[in-house]
C-alpha cells in the first residue's frame, strides 16, 4: 500500500508506511515509550513478549490477517496502528466488520487523521464496511480504550491509553459501540450471607477442585470447554481456536499455580472456571521492557521470593445452561471464593475482575455483593466506512 501523506500549514507532511520488515517492526513496538513515558502509570511492555505476539507464532493469524502502520514527522515516528479482518467474526456475524488496533499516538489531530484513513483505506479495499476497535489484536486479547480510571496503572494483558486518545477518535467520527468494566475487590471479602445461604443449598450437587498438574491437557481442553460455552451469547464473542487455548495455557503452566486455577463440577460435570493471572506488571514495573541481561533474572526473583499483591481474573465462566439460575450464582461465588484462599496465602491483597460487558448485570451484581466496584472503564468505537 503506498504511503499516506498529510500536510498542513503549520507542521511539515506525516508519512504512514507499512510496516515490512524486521526494523520497522521494531521501531512499532517500541512506539509506546513515545506517548506514554511521561506517565507515572503507564507500565513498558515487555519487548520480546510484543515482538512474539505480533508474529506470525501468535496463532491469531491462523484465523485472521492484518497490517500494520508507522507514522513519520521527518524521520522521526509519531504514531502507529494495525488493521486487522478475522474471518472467525465474519463467518459468526456477517456483518462486513473489521477492525483496529495497536494506537498509539503524538497528541496530534493531524497524526491521528493520517493514522485512521489509511487503516479505513486499507479496509475498506478489503470489503468491510465497519471498523470497531481497538483490538490488540482481538477480543480475546487486549481490547477497549481506556476512557476512565487513569489515575491507576494497567494489570497485566489490560491495556492503558493517553487520556486524549478519546477525544481524538471522536473528532474523527468514531461512536462507542460497548464499555466494558474493570472491577477491583479486596482479597479479604467477607462473603454476604445470602451468598453462603445460596451456596450451601447448592453444596450437594456442586464440588469445586484446583487444575490438576498431572492431567494439565484433559483440565486445559475443560477450561476452553467451558468457557467457550459461557461466552458465546456475549456480545462479540468469538471461540477460542485450540491453538490460541493452548498457547494461553503455556503462560498458566509457568506463571499461575495449581490451585490459583479452579473448576467447579455440578454432579460430577465440569460446569464452571475460573483463572487468576499473578499481576506481573508489579514485577516488570521497572525493567522498561527488557529481559536481557538480567531482567529475566530480577522477574523470576521477585515473582518467587516478593510474589504481586495484586493479580487479575482474565478467565471465568459459568455455562449457560446454569446461568441466570440460583446454580448459576452459586458457582460463581463458589469458584471465586476457592480462590480466595489461596490467594491470601500468596500476600494477594487486591483482585481485578475483567472485563466485564457494562449489560452484564448478573455477574456485576454477583461482584458488587462481594464488595468488588468497578475502577477502570474502557471503551470500543465503531464507524461506518
Excluded at 502507529?80 to 496530534?108: N, P, V
Excluded at 467477607?190 to 445460596?198: A, E, G, Q, R
Excluded at 503452566?253 to 508489579?282: C, H, R, S, T, W
Excluded at 487479575?312 to 471464593?337: C, E, H, N, W
Aim: hydrophobic share 40%; glycine share 6%.
Amino acid at each position: 500500500m503506498p504511503a499516506v501523506e498529510a500536510t498542513s500549514d503549520h507542521e511539515d507532511r506525516i508519512r504512514v508506511i507499512p510496516v515490512t520488515n524486521r526494523r520497522l517492526r521494531r521501531e512499532f513496538v517500541r512506539l509506546p515509550w513515545l506517548t506514554n513515558s511521561m506517565d507515572p502509570m503507564w507500565i513498558p511492555p515487555l519487548l520480546l513478549e510484543r515482538q512474539e505476539h505480533l508474529s506470525q507464532r501468535n496463532p491469531y493469524f491462523a484465523h485472521a490477517h492484518a497490517t500494520f502502520w508507522l507514522a513519520y514527522r521527518h524521520q522521526t515516528p509519531v504514531g502507529r496502528i494495525s488493521a486487522q479482518i478475522d474471518t472467525l467474526h465474519l463467518e459468526r456475524y456477517q456483518d462486513l466488520t473489521g477492525f483496529f488496533g495497536m494506537i498509539e499516538a503524538q497528541d496530534d489531530a493531524e497524526v491521528f487523521e493520517a493514522l485512521f484513513t489509511t487503516a479505513e483505506t486499507w479496509l475498506r479495499a478489503q470489503g468491510m464496511r465497519h471498523v470497531r476497535g481497538p483490538f490488540n489484536l482481538s477480543i480475546n486479547e487486549e481490547c477497549g480504550l481506556l476512557v476512565d480510571g487513569f489515575e491507576y496503572p494497567p494489570m497485566v494483558m489490560m491495556g492503558h491509553a493517553p487520556q486524549y486518545y478519546a477525544t481524538r477518535l471522536e473528532g474523527l467520527g468514531y461512536c462507542k459501540v460497548k464499555d466494558t468494566l474493570a472491577y477491583r475487590i479486596d482479597a479479604t471479602f467477607t462473603p454476604p450471607p445470602v451468598m453462603k445461604l445460596i451456596a450451601a443449598r447448592t453444596a450437594e450437587r456442586i464440588t469445586v477442585r484446583p487444575l490438576q498438574r498431572e492431567n494439565f491437557a484433559r483440565d486445559i481442553s475443560i477450561l476452553k470447554d467451558i468457557f467457550n460455552d459461557a461466552w458465546s451469547d456475549n456480545w462479540g464473542y468469538i471461540p477460542f481456536t485450540e491453538a490460541e487455548f493452548s498457547h494461553l495455557a503455556q503462560s498458566l503452566k509457568y506463571l499461575v499455580a495449581d490451585d490459583l486455577v479452579q473448576i467447579a463440577e455440578v454432579d460430577g460435570v465440569p460446569a464452571a472456571m475460573i483463572v487468576v493471572f499473578p499481576n506481573v506488571n508489579e514485577a516488570i514495573r521497572d525493567l522498561n521492557g527488557r529481559l536481557f541481561p538480567f531482567g529475566w533474572i530480577k522477574l523470576l526473583w521477585r515473582l518467587k521470593a516478593t510474589y504481586p499483591k495484586t493479580a487479575r481474573i482474565p478467565l471465568m465462566g459459568v455455562r449457560k445452561r446454569y446461568q441466570r439460575s440460583l446454580l448459576g450464582t452459586a458457582l460463581a461465588f463458589m469458584v471465586i471464593d476457592a480462590v480466595r484462599d489461596p490467594g491470601l496465602k500468596r500476600g494477594i491483597q487486591e483482585v481485578e475482575l475483567s472485563w466485564i460487558l457494562e449489560d452484564n448485570h448478573g455477574m456485576r451484581n454477583i461482584l458488587q455483593s462481594l464488595g468488588g466496584t468497578p475502577y477502570k472503564q474502557y471503551r470500543i468505537y465503531q464507524k461506518d466506512l
